[in-house]
């Protein structure tokens, strides 16, 4: 078993959320022309029950696009975009949602978005961090989120969520990135920051 | 309405319960009803196998299904009369060299199955698609739904005649179903 994460150490790793979703909303607002707000990260160590259910609700239609991460961390990025924000985010984009082309820009999203989000990640840690191509799937969010913390969970009972939120100013358009470490690695992590268990 | 969650086991007696597993994805929702004694139950499997040390039973195809079995019989259920609905295991994300924990949670579970002989009367597993699945214990009903489309039976209501269960009950739940928009069961 993985000892629980105190409270020094789920600061630290909201804190490089923080500044990794901060990228990723640089990026954001550039690409769009608009202002992005990023809303306080949160770093939730759950058993994976409760860490799904943080997610959202369980049967809300979403759009999730994850890639793995391979490297000094092996992990997986995903991001969580409600189905009616997609819809949204390809308008802005002057894309039709649901059609290949949709799901083609918001797969460039997350891809763009992603990488931001793992050069912000990587400065503060130092870490080497090699993202493999980004999958996009559009279902019921408990059904992403579970399948994805099975692969990443082992048999601990136990998943660490860093949840990271960022709002397009003025749309009803925002997207979740989370960030699920494979159990084992969450070491890897703190490490750098010398927070290591 | 009782949410089974990742990993948890619940079983009712209780005609007026609902035991539901929402999205489903490479999970399973394994559900065993005994109609005979009004009894229902469904395990939220996430993984084939177990290790020492691992986490709650429910969460291991290899230690759900006998603690599963276990809790059903606590609550008078007799293994003859089980019938077994299987849903979930799909395959969510084509990632390069991921493995394939929905098929592999399927076989586990299938395997366990015919260990203690019991037989799989409806299943909706496989493909890409996330599913939530709903029992209700008292009509003794399963449906399954996926994503954007609405809900199908997957076993139906008993049959009048075959069951010595309360009716009164039975028909409340029926009831409820049909709020559900669930299709009511033969009677």
Redesign the interface.
Known sequence: MIPPLNDMQLDALRELANIASGTAATALSQMLGREVELNVPRALALPLADAVDACGPPEAEVSGVVFPIDGDLEALVLLLIPAEHAHALCAMLGVEAGTDVGDSALCEIGNILGTSYLNGLAAMTGLALLPSPPTLKSDMLAAIVSSLLAATSGIDDLALVLDSELDVSGEACSISFLLLPTVGQIDGLLAPLGLAG | MASV????IAVSRDPAEELVA??????IGLTILDRGAGVAGLAHV??PE??P????AG??ADLAIPELIRLLHSVGAVDRRFETVLVGG?R?????G??D??ARNEAAVRAALSHYRISVRAAETGG?????VRVFVGAGIVTCR???TSAVTLLQGRSAGRSEAQPAAAAAAGARANLAGVPRGRR
Do not use: D, H, W
């Open positions: 969650r990742m990993g948890e929402l999205g489903l994805g490479s999970c996430v993984l177990s290790q040390g691992a986490g709650p969460k291991f799909a969510m994300f084509e990632m390069s991921g493995l924990i929905g890409n698609m996330g599913r939530t996926s994503g954007g």
